[in-house]
């Protein structure tokens, strides 16, 4: 088992209980996502996603997968580059985030985890996987599903937020999304809740398991061409494509 990150006992006691407090954070704050992400995101806007989902080889006319798609941001980055939102799929475990989502009429946002997806074995070209990394409770399990469920040559990119190198960096970091954007939160979300999400996005980002172990585990999972790029020290996207077979790669 390889949880990407110990339990966080300020929150929830046992690794059980993790997976009920996270989905009901989520839903009790998704009326104030949006808005808190515009805050907190610090560049992880639109432009940054589609640029993410581009360089990780999504191409117009692909079939998507968006696991962890939340209100629905990554994946209309998504539906954007593809030309088509009826050929992206959205899957999340929290009710409130799919009620909340704003995407076009034709995009499908399903009841569904990492762990698992509601999709057939080899259903995607392309699976994204946004800012949700920190919330599953085995990484293998999930990285397992994710090889499941994309076709041979299909590709995976992984957003996440990574501790940049350096206590100074660390600092700052800290002091915006454990300081600031709670501040703020209160100040402009709806839900009283909005500050706790902000600490606990703070607190998995800070206990998370290093980016070797993540890339690690994607190539356990058996994908190649597995890579990390990073943008302003903090910004990670990995990048890996399911090989075709043995008789190809
Ligand atoms: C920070 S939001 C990111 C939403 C979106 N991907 C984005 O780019 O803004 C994290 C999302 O992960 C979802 N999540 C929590 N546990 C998950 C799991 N085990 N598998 C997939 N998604 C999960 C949450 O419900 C939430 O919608």
């Given amino acids: 088992m390889q949880a990407p990150h110990p339990p966080l006992r300020t929150y929830y006691q046992t690794e059980r ?5 996270v989905r009901g954070v989520f839903d009790r704050t998704a009326a104030d996502y949006d808005r808190l992400e515009r805050i907190f995101g610090l560049g992880t806007g639109p432009w940054y996603r589609r640029q993410a989902l581009k360089h990780a080889g999504l191409k117009p006319g692909m079939t998507v ?4 798609s939340g209100t629905g941001l990554l994946a209309c980055a998504a539906a954007k580059i593809i030309g088509d939102p009826a050929r992206v799929t959205g899957v999340d475990p929290s009710p409130g985030m799919i009620e909340y989502a704003r995407v076009p009429a034709a995009m499908r946002l399903l009841s569904g ?32 599903e994710f090889y499941r469920v994309i076709r041979p040559g299909g590709r995976l990119c992984v ?8 206590s100074v960096r660390r600092a700052l970091l800290k002091a915006w999304l454990n300081g600031l954007v709670p501040r703020i939160g209160a100040v402009v979300a709806r ?21 070797d172990t993540i890339l690690q585990a994607l190539g356990g999972a058996g994908f190649v061409e597995v890579e990390r790029h990073v943008d302003l020290a903090i910004f990670s996207a990995y990048r ?5 077979g043995p008789a190809f790669d």
């Avoid at 946004?130 to 990285?143: K, M």
């Avoid at 957003?159 to 350096?166: C, D, K, M, S, Y």
């Avoid at 909005?194 to 703070?202: E, I, N």
């Avoid at 890996?240 to 075709?244: I, N, V």
Wanted: glycine fraction near 4%; hydrophobic fraction near 50%.
């Fill in 17 to 21: 209980d993790r997976s009920a407090w």
């Fill in 65 to 68: 997968i968006d696991v962890g």
């Fill in 113 to 144: 985890s990492a762990e698992r997806i509601p999709a057939p074995d080899c259903a995607a070209d392309f699976l994204s996987f946004g800012y949700a990394l920190r919330h599953v409770s085995d990484l293998s399990v999930a990285f397992a």
């Fill in 159 to 166: 957003l996440e937020i990574t501790l940049p190198a350096g």
């Fill in 191 to 211: 839900r009283r809740d909005a500050p706790l999400l902000m600490h606990y996005l703070w607190d998995t980002i800070a206990a998370c398991v290093p980016p």
């Fill in 240 to 244: 890996a494509r399911k090989p075709l």
